[in-house]
């Protein structure tokens, strides 16, 4: 006979203190981890909603897809352009090779495009092909969220950084964000000229 087993009775449990005692735990986790969750989104947007033209633009840094690491606060005295798109958005895809004709055609005035890839690790190669052909370094996000800019909810969307790292354009402000040649020439020729 074993001494460690108790002789006294099982008390006898309540079920449905039982079951209100497990709701109640239950609650106070999912209410824990949803506050948790919502704090960051908030903080998220947050950052992303304090973006201001004039204002410091804050630093990004893209890791292309051939190994280097490019910081956009390193570019101080270029015209930035981080631009954020995905193989399967056909917008992006139509104003990728405008972008890339149009930075091709001012590098030497000091403009420099970042591309960030929203695609998913699987789609890769596709990503590869596209970036074949641009004139401008691309890399992989690797999720939705793209540091003090917040969520990438829409695309494509571009930010602009001036010569002095100010925020020059904020593509969450513009309704139809979409590169097109008149944009190009009202938002970022002029920063160019400076």
């Known amino acids: 006979m074993r001494s460690d087993i108790s002789r006294e009775p099982l008390a006898q449990t309540d079920p449905a203190s039982t079951i209100s005692a497990a709701r109640r735990a239950w609650l106070r986790a999912v209410l824990a981890v949803s506050l948790g969750v919502g704090g960051l989104g908030?903080?998220?947007?947050?950052?992303?909603?304090?973006?201001?033209?004039?204002?410091?633009a804050p630093p990004l840094v893209l890791h292309t897809l051939d190994g280097r690491s490019i910081n956009s606060?390193?570019?101080?005295?270029k015209v930035v352009i981080l631009t954020?798109?995905?193989?399967?958005?056909?917008?992006?895809?139509?104003?990728?090779?405008?972008?890339?004709?149009?930075?091709?055609?001012?590098?030497?005035?000091?403009?420099?495009?970042?591309?960030?890839?929203?695609?998913?690790?699987?789609?890769?190669?596709?990503?590869r092909e596209v970036a074949a052909d641009l004139s401008f370094p691309v890399g992989m996000l690797g999720c939705?969220?793209?540091?003090?800019?917040?969520?990438?909810?829409?695309?494509?969307?571009?930010?602009?950084?001036?010569?002095?790292?100010?925020?020059?354009?904020?593509?969450?402000?513009?309704?139809?964000?979409?590169?097109?040649?008149?944009?190009?020439?009202?938002v970022v020729t002029p920063l160019l000229r400076q």
């Open 84 to 127: 954020f798109w995905a193989t399967w958005c056909e917008p992006c895809r139509d104003e990728l090779p405008l972008l890339s004709a149009y930075a091709a055609r001012n590098a030497d005035r000091g403009l420099q495009v970042l591309g960030f890839s929203l695609d998913g690790a699987d789609d890769l190669s596709t990503v």
């Open 42 to 56: 908030r903080t998220s947007a947050t950052r992303a909603a304090t973006l201001a033209v004039g204002q410091p």
């Open 144 to 186: 939705a969220w793209a540091g003090d800019y917040g969520r990438m909810w829409r695309i494509p969307v571009s930010f602009t950084i001036g010569r002095t790292g100010l925020l020059a354009d904020n593509g969450w402000d513009d309704k139809y964000p979409v590169w097109t040649t008149e944009r190009l020439q009202r």
């Open 73 to 77: 606060a390193d570019l101080l005295g």
